[in-house]
């Protein structure tokens, strides 16, 4: 009897001790994560599936809405934890002055377009590339719609009309959130009036309204329509730190039509997420590779406790 209460007491005590080991294979600060939102759609749709994923794996998440410049000071101070929207090559003067303060994970999306568009009726009057802007100087108010004030895309545009390029001088760039440009433009396209924006997929605007992309802006978006991809970059030494988190958000990729799809769910009143939460149910096979090798926060099977958590 002894003997048998020994054992019992010995492969108690192990169990505890692997539970404890899996509980402390992260620091208590791993528990809970910070992602930064600069009020971009598409950043709304992928910290959305994100920390649908996380919160599912017994992770507390906080997403924080902040520009991009305090973004990216706030990942250098420790603040924030994660970026999943490091537009490359837009964002590349952050990278820069903050190069040794984060970690650039991984390239997380491809296929964007990042530049200034127009309505469709308004290149058939022949606004097709950057050049044609000036020759509508008096239909345009020599303005140019752009987002959130100390975006680098905004810098860019303020660099162009400075420089005078494309004859633009005297030019200016009206700064305001995402959804007020995008006010702007329904209001524009309503009145059949000219505007040029900044516009970019994956982005329910371009299902929203018919668009042309300018041509010619290669110098400041890049080439492509402004072609970029988009990268995962979290506060320095957070990968090491944080293995079981760093697992999860290195194994996460985005598609255009997954965001667009999520962020459309958006149009009609859904929360982000809610709308990841239904892509998920929906395209339950993208959780085999994003969940490759991660567990919960607690050392248990990561995609067996997800799958439970959306009743799949």
């Keep these: 009897m002894r003997t048998y209460l020994l054992k019992n007491a010995l492969l108690t005590a192990c169990i505890s001790a692997a539970t404890a080991t899996a509980m402390a294979a992260e620091p208590a600060q791993c528990q809970s994560v910070n992602l930064s939102d600069p009020g971009w759609t598409d950043i709304g749709a992928t910290n959305g599936l994100a920390t649908t994923v996380l919160n599912a794996l017994g992770y507390q998440t906080d997403i924080k809405l902040l520009s991009v410049p305090i973004g990216y000071e706030s990942l250098k101070n420790g603040e924030i934890d994660v970026f999943l929207g490091n537009w490359m090559p837009a964002q590349n003067a952050f990278i820069e002055q903050y190069k040794n303060d984060i970690d ?10 990042f530049t200034l568009a127009v309505p469709t009726y308004v290149a058939e009057k022949g606004v097709k590339d950057f050049a044609d802007l000036h020759k509508f100087a008096d239909e345009f108010d020599e303005r140019i719609y752009g987002i959130g004030a ?3 895309a905004n810098a860019n545009l ?3 009309i400075d420089k005078n390029d494309f004859s633009l001088k005297g030019w200016r760039v009206v700064e305001s959130s995402e959804q007020a440009m995008l006010a702007q433009v329904s209001r524009a396209v309503r009145r059949d ?12 605007m371009n ?3 018919d668009l042309t992309y300018l041509s010619g802006g290669d110098d400041y978006f890049g080439p492509n329509y402004g072609g970029a991809t988009i990268h995962t970059v979290t506060r320095k030494g957070y990968m090491q730190e944080c293995s079981n988190v760093a697992k999860l958000i290195d ?8 965001e667009n799809t999520v962020i459309a769910m958006t149009d009609d009143g859904m929360s982000f997420e809610a709308a990841a939460k239904k892509w998920l149910q929906e395209n339950p096979g993208v959780l085999d590779t994003w969940l490759d090798g991660v567990s919960t926060a607690s050392g248990q099977p990561g995609l067996a406790a997800v799958k439970a958590s959306l009743n799949l």
């Design 251 to 258: 194994n996460m990729t985005f598609t255009l039509d997954m």
């Design 193 to 204: 009036k000219f505007i040029v924006f900044l516009a970019w997929e994956p982005h329910p």
């Design 104 to 113: 650039v994970v991984k390239t997380n999306l491809t296929g964007v377009k």
């Design 158 to 160: 303020m660099k162009m």
């Design 150 to 152: 100390g975006s680098p």
């Design 207 to 209: 299902v929203n309204f």
